[in-house]
Antibody, heavy 120, light 107 residues
Framework: QVHLVESGGGVVQPGRSLRLSCAASGFTFSRFGMHWIRQTPAKGLEWVTVISHDGSNKYYADSVKGRFTISRDNSKNTLYLQMDSLRTEDTAIYYC?????????????WGQGILVTVSS | DIQMTQSPSSLSASVGDRVTIPCRASQRISTYLNWYQQKPGKAPNLLIYASSSLQSGVPSRFSGSGSGTDFTLTISSLQPEDFATYYCQQSYSIPWTFGQGTKVEIK
């Protein structure tokens, strides 16, 4: 069965960096695009970034462009999110999610989420 | 960006009720509309994709409809495990965007 497990969250000061990981299992990781999505009580669910199956295409939300970098290592079945210049408004639960095959691109599997708190 | 609007933000219903949850897009998105259910402390779970296609493993009491800008999620007979928050999401264009959610509460 498909399993996605995030790690690397925690408390970090504004301006500092943090790297999230998402370990994938139960499917052929190298065949699927992957996303990061975050959630806060105030703003709800917010799409953050996506990477294509082979890493050749990446897109970012304007709110994180230039500060966050998505990457993947298909040999390790792992997705990453490098978060630099963190701001208090980046505080959220971060989910990795798989994009389904086909045309309509729903997020068909999600990790359990990892909390990132940006605070001095 | 395409704005997704869900109203009401919450509704009360009883077990066995038929429940409809609306979602509106700020521009036409064809049928690039997906629905998720989220329970407290858990990740969202895909229910419906492409407006009306039932995700594998999801009970048939869930259905979706709509095209263009107006969409509806219907629960034909509400069950105790269906009390949760429901989100619509458009996958028509980047950035993908979500509605603010509709919480289904026990009457």
């Amino acid at each position: 069965q498909v399993h996605l497990v995030e790690s690397g969250g925690g408390v970090v000061q504004p301006g500092r960096s943090l790297r999230l990981s998402c370990a994938a299992s139960g499917f052929t990781f190298s065949r699927f695009g992957m996303h990061w999505i975050r959630q806060t009580p105030a703003k709800g669910l917010e799409w953050v970034t996506v990477i294509s199956h082979d890493g050749s295409n990446k897109y970012y939300a304007d709110s994180v462009k230039g500060r966050f970098t998505i990457s993947r290592d298909n040999s390790k079945n792992t997705l990453y999110l490098q978060m630099d210049s963190l701001r208090t408004e980046d505080t959220a639960i971060y989910y990795c999610a798989r994009v389904s095959m086909g045309t309509y691109y729903p997020f068909d599997y999600w990790g359990q989420g990892i909390l990132v708190t940006v605070s001095s | 960006d395409i704005q997704m609007t869900q109203s009401p933000s919450s509704l009360s219903a009883s077990v066995g009720d038929r429940v409809t949850i609306p979602c509106r897009a700020s521009q036409r998105i064809s049928t690039y509309l997906n629905w998720y259910q989220q329970k407290p402390g858990k990740a969202p779970n895909l229910l419906i994709y492409a407006s009306s296609s039932l995700q594998s493993g999801v009970p048939s009491r869930f259905s979706g409809s709509g095209s263009g800008t107006d969409f509806t999620l219907t629960i034909s007979s509400l069950q105790p495990e269906d009390f949760a928050t429901y989100y619509c999401q458009q996958s028509y264009s980047i950035p993908w965007t979500f509605g603010q959610g509709t919480k289904v509460e026990i009457k």
